[in-house]
């Protein structure tokens, strides 16, 4: 790997759960693919053992596992530049998921938000799995003792967690074995791409209605009528109005996606009440559709290439486990699991 500017270690995971969708591109995997060629080792990988918290489907995980990973090659990511493996390519995952889970607390495990919000879903099973899920997530990152973690703003709690274990362990083991990681993101804070069904949620692969997310695997048609269907008010009444969650969810896509003077003056308009939605609908419909399609192409023809998503897998989890061997040695002898 060539020589890069920041002698951080950064990594990070998505869930194989379903269509990647552009929250998951703009919140994390967009962010991967540039810090590839600024951070000097990048550890990109799938989460394939936090989706069995939620999704048991053993004919849909490798499917879900293929396009996930296709998708992470589609959008840019290097094999050349960054180490992309499977989480469950990793045996020390697990070992070092199972030491950690001493570091953990019950009852902040309990108190986890998304853990909270999980066990409200109906029909989902309370598994010890989904209890213990930040401490899997911990495992994933201090295993490279990775100090860059790009993801999206749903994700602030877990990270906040990671650092609990993380000081925990070292405090109790006297040492400073651990570097404390940060979330990260390109611009000042992390994101969160609205959904678009108006009601201000994040948008999510977990949303029973296909309508309310943006697909990097969408059709043209797909992705133009998402958007006029997407949920907004009447419009403004009054001038300089706070922004309602529909308009605020489009506005977002639109930051990122569009042409910053047009999205200036789409906004001068809403300050001024002058805003037309569906214009600025028809606006973001095309630039939307400019911005995936090359992406969606590459997903396709990359997702039947077998033979090539194991090569990268099997050349990323070997670079994977050298380091997590490593952490792993370095944590069972502090922890005194060396007796001859
Ligand atoms: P989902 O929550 O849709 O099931 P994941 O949990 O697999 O997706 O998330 C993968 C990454 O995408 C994480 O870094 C997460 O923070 C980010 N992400 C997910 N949804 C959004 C969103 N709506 N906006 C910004 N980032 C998001
Ligand atoms: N919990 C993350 C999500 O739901 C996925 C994830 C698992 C992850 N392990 C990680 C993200 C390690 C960053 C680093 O999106």
New binding site residues.
Partial sequence: MENKPIKEIT?????PTGKVHLGNYLG?IKNFVTMQDEFETCYYFI?DY?SLTTHNNADLLPVNVRRSLATYLACGLDPEKAIVYL?SDLPQIPELYLLLNMFAHKGELEKCTTFKEKIRTPGQTVNAGLLT?PV??AA??IIHKATK?P??K??QQ?LEMTRTFANRFNHLTNSDFFPEPQGFSYGNSLIKILSLDGKGGKMSKSDENENNAIYLTDSDKEITKKIKKAKTDTGPTEKNSPLTPGIEALFGIMDCVSNPEIVADYKEQYANCTIKYGYLKLQLAEDLVKYIAPIRETIFEIENNQEYLKSVVEKGGEKARESATKTVDGVRKLLGINYF
């Fill in positions: 990594v990070s995971g998505i869930r994390a989460a936090h989480q899920y899997l997530m994933d990152i973690v993801v999206g749903d994700q877990h």
